[in-house]
T-cell receptor, first 109, second 114 residues
Framework: GQQVMQIPQYQHVQEGEDFTTYCNSSTTLSNIQWYKQRPGGHPVFLIQLVKSGEVKKQKRLTFQFGEAKKNSSLHITATQTTDVGTYFC?????????FGTGTSLTVIP | NAGVTQTPKFQVLKTGQSMTLQCAQD?????MSWYRQDPGMGLRLIHY???????DQGEVPNGYNVSRSTTEDFPLRLLSAAPSQTSVYFCASRRAFENAGTQYFGPGTRLTVL
């Protein structure tokens, strides 16, 4: 069945350092979405990538979708304490979304 | 707009009890879904619906029923609660077409089954 793997599971960084989380799918995806979830909160949509090789930026966040549409990454430049939370990718087969297990980011001031 | 609302926020059940988790959205979204979130396992799809009168199973449907009589509401029924159903349940909605973009999540229901 469809699987979306996400690494690392945890990441601790000093404030100002960069952070990257990676997602890999066992099958080709229709699109991939990224979410952020604060402790005790609900997932909040960040972005959707649709095209092969697509790169999108939101301020300090850069999202990439692989050429084969089977992998994706989220990179945060110069982390801030407000970036704390768990980041999830969710790959779609055109009908359902399959979530990765998430990367929990801790930012040390 | 209220977005996606869920009730209750917290619930404790005894094994074997049944209950309904409520979900409503006011964005006229065709697609609604239920996820459960367990530590270290991300979110897993239970059931989804692409419109009123249409429902389908996700990854982990056993022990749950859904119906979609209106566009706005998508309740999730636990038929006979088991401790393995202790989890946080999220309802979500979005437009139904492929690559529809933003999926909105409700605040969640934290369920404990004793």
């Amino acid at each position: 069945g469809q699987q979306v793997m996400q690494i690392p599971q945890y990441q601790h960084v000093q404030e100002g350092e960069d952070f990257t989380t990676y997602c890999n799918s066992s099958t080709t995806l229709s699109n991939i979405q990224w979410y952020k979830q604060r402790p005790g909160g609900h997932p909040v949509f960040l972005i959707q990538l649709v095209k092969s090789g697509e790169v999108k930026k939101q301020k300090r966040l850069t999202f990439q979708f692989g050429e084969a549409k089977k992998n994706s990454s989220l990179h945060i430049t110069a982390t801030q304490t407000t970036d704390v939370g768990t980041y999830f990718c969710a790959g779609s087969d055109g009908n359902q979304f399959y979530f990765g297990t998430g990367t929990s980011l801790t930012v040390i001031p | 707009n209220a977005g996606v609302t869920q009730t209750p926020k917290f619930q404790v059940l005894k094994t074997g009890q049944s209950m309904t988790l409520q979900c409503a959205q006011d964005m006229n979204h065709e697609y609604m879904s239920w996820y459960r979130q367990d530590p270290g396992m991300g979110l897993r799809l239970i059931h989804y619906s692409v419109g009123a009168g249409i429902t389908d199973q996700g990854e982990v449907p056993n022990g749950y029923n859904v119906s979609r009589s209106t566009t706005e509401d998508f309740p999730l029924r636990l038929l006979s609660a088991a401790p393995s159903q202790t989890s946080v349940y999220f309802c979500a909605s979005r437009r139904a077409f492929e690559n529809a973009g933003t999926q909105y999540f409700g605040p969640g229901t934290r369920l404990t089954v004793l």
